[in-house]
């Protein structure tokens, strides 16, 4: 029983900012890697950025310099902060993460996601 939930999308003109937060609940015990992911209509899920257990972080080209991902490990929650938008940016954003539950097993769940539109 383990549930990430993504929060904080919304309609942002080109240029400007927006934070998102995915918070995970249930019975985790640990969180090996957390990544955000987006599909726009027509196409394909991508993946925009990840952040291991050990802080390593990556990118997609299309994002590099302008969003950053980071996480709090205490409230199993993960943040993108999306700088400089696009309107090639707009999808639906989805958080992933993958990792062990209390009593036995692992776990790989998604958020059902939120919606980002960038637009003047």
């Known amino acids: 029983q383990v549930q990430f939930v993504e929060s904080g999308g919304g309609l942002v003109q080109p240029g400007g900012s927006l934070r998102l937060s995915c918070a995970g609940s249930?019975?985790?015990?640990?969180?090996?890697?957390m990544g955000w992911y987006r599909q726009a209509p027509g196409k394909q899920r991508e993946l925009v950025a990840r952040?291991?257990?050990?802080?390593?972080?990556n990118y997609a080209d299309s994002v590099k310099g302008r969003f950053t991902i980071s996480r709090d490990n205490a409230k199993n929650t993960m943040y993108l902060q999306m700088n400089s938008l696009k309107p090639e940016d707009t999808a639906v954003y989805y958080c992933n993460a993958f990792g062990r539950v209390v009593g036995a097993g692992g776990f790989n769940a998604w958020g059902q996601g939120t919606q980002v539109t960038v637009s003047s």
């Open positions: 952040i291991t257990s050990g802080g390593s972080t």
């Open positions: 249930g019975s985790i015990l640990s969180i090996s890697a």
